[in-house]
T-cell receptor
């Protein structure tokens, strides 16, 4: 059974710092890995999707990498801003149509 | 605007009552999903449907039922058999070719 773990559970940084969020998964046979952002009381917003054949994806200040063999993904956020404060979740699709989610990292960026 | 619409946003229910949560999408996605989110836990899959008139149980389907009569719609019924229904419910749909998942804004159900 696939298990997804996100470290750290919470992170507080000053504005302007570069930061890394970690996601690990136990079964490397995945179709893809997706990073999401969730604001309090809201739905999830897709940030980046990495297919199993890809090593990384970039969107603006965000960069996500995938190392299937070690079961790890990282989300790098450059020059963090207070508006980046949210919960970040990763999810892996290891059987068609079924995603397994991590519990998320709560990020706070203070001015 | 294309997207996923969930209603109602907030719902209160007495014990023993069935309630139905609505999910409509105009993204032309084939696959739709229902997840449940509880504090301190990751999202858990309740049901999913990859095509009209077909759906499969997820990891926590007991006490829930769904239908998929139209491509755009995937309502979820929380029945009285669900022992702990108070939660945040999220509907999603996906692009078949990439698997990218898109979510609605959620429905918060509270059982009084």
């Amino acid at each position: 059974k696939q298990e997804v773990t996100q470290i750290p559970a919470a992170l507080s940084v000053p504005e302007g710092e570069n930061l890394v969020l970690n996601c690990s998964f136990t079964d490397s046979a995945i179709y893809n890995l997706q990073w999401f952002r969730q604001d309090p009381g809201k739905g999830l917003t897709s940030l980046l999707l990495i297919q199993s054949s890809q090593r990384e994806q970039t969107s603006g200040r965000l960069n996500a990498s995938l190392d299937k063999s070690s079961g790890r993904s990282t989300l790098y956020i450059a020059a963090s801003q207070p508006g980046d404060s949210a919960t970040y979740l990763c999810a892996v699709e290891s059987s068609y149509g079924k995603l397994t989610f991590g519990q998320g990292t709560i990020l706070t960026v203070h001015p | 605007d294309g997207g996923i619409t969930q209603s109602p946003k907030y719902l209160f229910r007495k014990e023993g009552q069935n309630v139905t949560l609505s999910c409509e999408q105009n993204l032309n996605h084939d696959a739709m999903y229902w997840y449940r989110q509880d504090p301190g836990q990751g999202l858990r899959l309740i049901y999913y449907s990859q095509i009209v008139n077909d759906f499969q149980k997820g990891d926590i389907a007991e006490g829930y039922s769904v239908s998929r009569e139209k491509k755009e719609s995937f309502p979820l019924t929380v029945t009285s058999a669900q022992k702990n229904p108070t939660a945040f419910y999220l509907c999603a749909s996906s692009i078949t070719s990439t698997g990218e998942l898109f979510f609605g804004e959620g429905s918060r159900l509270t059982v009084l």
